[in-house]
């Protein structure tokens, strides 16, 4: 466990240090939160908040993996295609705030970046790290699913990465909900370096690298919590998604993240329910979506649903748990 926690306690206290020296450089830079007016109103007053605190999350995540002294091909893709993630949603982040764009990269440019990026993931997992094409199939043991596995991947990737994205609209909501998603992982990476899945992957390298993450998202919490100091950006959003796709694969437990990121999946169906609806029948089924919002249209406290959430989180995760361990056994 020890893989888990030191690698969790370094990123804390890099991210602490980092979060805390990025706010006034953004602040310099007039990186500032541009809010659409057809949100929730009372987020206006939340206009020019600092934004791209994600940039930090890529800054510890280097650091402490040079600290914690994991160097292992399975730290290079982990870390890689995360980064990658975080570069595309910079790149969307900098367009909403320094070229004034609001809906910062056009739809079909992102959609690309990010099939690009999971078409990556998906080639160095099969064929570089010797993954295969099974998965963890609940009461089953790995099953081989061959060319149907890239199918699943792809809708996975998207699905986390996305789901993570809309997650992300209250104060502290997306860092608190994944942290307990991470923390999840890194106790699965470390019963895996006993019991190894794929027996090619370094799950010790794996348990450091979600560690890592759980780290990065609870120091952000201190800044993020309401009323934030600073929001991570689709720089952080996208790179935390890109991360637990990263883990949901190399550990074999696609099937499994439907429950461990049930507040991911809620979130992306209350969307697609919405939209599906307002299309078909011009009505809505809520009072705006993602669904965290609706909430605040009733009344809700941000608070209240940020801390509602991450019971739902935490509930989710621990239910995965017992699915995974009770089934593996």
């Given at each position: 466990m020890n893989h888990l926690l030191f690698a969790l306690i370094a990123a804390f206290i890099l991210g602490l240090i980092a979060v805390k020296l990025l706010?006034?450089?953004?602040?310099?830079?007039?990186?500032?939160?541009?809010?659409?007016?057809e949100g929730p109103q009372r987020h206006l007053k939340k206009s020019g908040t600092p934004t791209m605190g994600g940039l930090a999350f890529i800054a510890v995540l280097v650091v402490a993996t040079l600290v914690y002294g994991v160097y292992d091909v399975v730290t290079l893709v982990a870390c890689g295609i995360t980064i990658l993630y975080g570069c595309l949603g910079f790149c969307d982040d900098f367009i909403k705030t320094v070229k004034k764009r609001s809906l910062?990269?056009?739809?079909?440019q992102k959609m690309l970046g990010e099939i690009v990026i999971a078409a990556l993931l998906i080639f160095l997992a099969v064929f570089v790290l010797d993954r295969g094409t099974s998965l963890h199939v609940f009461g089953a043991g790995f099953k081989e699913i061959g060319v149907l596995y890239y199918i699943l991947a792809f809708l996975l990737i998207a699905g986390v990465t996305n789901g993570v994205n809309l997650n992300d609209g209250l104060d502290g909501l997306a860092a608190g909900v994944s942290f307990f998603v991470f923390l999840g992982y890194g106790m699965i990476c470390y019963w895996c370096i006993e019991h190894p899945p794929f027996p090619a992957i370094n799950y010790g390298a794996l348990t450091a690298f979600a560690g890592?993450?759980?780290?990065?998202?609870?120091?952000?919490?201190?800044?993020?919590?309401?009323?934030?100091?600073?929001?991570?950006?689709?720089?952080?959003?996208?790179?935390?998604?890109?991360?637990?796709?990263v883990l949901a694969i190399l550990t074999g437990t696609e099937l499994l993240l439907i429950i461990m990121g049930g507040v991911y999946v809620v979130e992306a169906l209350s969307v697609m329910i919405q939209v599906s609806c307002f299309k078909l029948t011009g009505k809505r089924v809520f009072l705006m979506t993602p669904i965290h919002h609706h909430f605040e249209q009733m009344g809700w406290s941000e608070t209240k649903i940020v801390i509602m959430f991450w019971l739902a989180s935490a509930l989710c995760v621990g239910i995965g748990l017992i699915l995974f361990f009770t089934t593996m056994a």
């Open positions: 706010i006034p450089l953004l602040v310099r830079l007039k990186f500032g939160q541009n809010i659409r007016g910062g990269l056009r739809a079909y890592i993450m759980a780290g990065i998202c609870l120091s952000f919490l201190f800044y993020n919590h309401y009323p934030a100091k600073v929001f991570m950006g689709d720089t952080g959003s996208l790179l935390l998604g890109g991360a637990i796709a």
